[in-house]
């Protein structure tokens, strides 16, 4: 029996504890400052935009559609600029 209940887009944010997320943002960024190749500084440029968005309060929100991300992916992924939907 299938599950007729819409799909939540809610955030868990709340949950997520936004000093851990600071911490490994800030934990990637020496590595991948001393790998001069075009992922490494990429990523760099995905973890520093990450680091801006927790300072201006607006960490977990798609770029694309302003929804937020959830829990697992920013967990999985602190850097992510986008939610499921909008990066398929």
Avoid at 16 to 36: C, F, G, Q, S, W
Avoid at 37 to 59: F, H, M, P, S, T
Wanted: glycine share 4%; proline share 6%; net charge positive.
């Amino acid at each position: 029996m299938m599950n007729s209940a819409p799909v939540k887009f809610e955030s868990d944010l709340s949950r997520i504890d936004l000093a851990v997320i600071r911490r490994e943002l800030n934990a990637m960024l020496p590595e991948l400052k001393t790998n001069p190749g075009g992922r490494a500084q990429l990523r760099r440029l995905q973890v520093e935009a990450a680091l801006r968005k927790l300072d201006r309060g607006a960490y977990g929100r798609c770029e694309a559609c302003s929804r937020p991300v959830i829990k697992a992916r920013l967990l999985a992924a602190p850097y992510v600029r986008y939610c499921a939907l909008c990066c398929e």
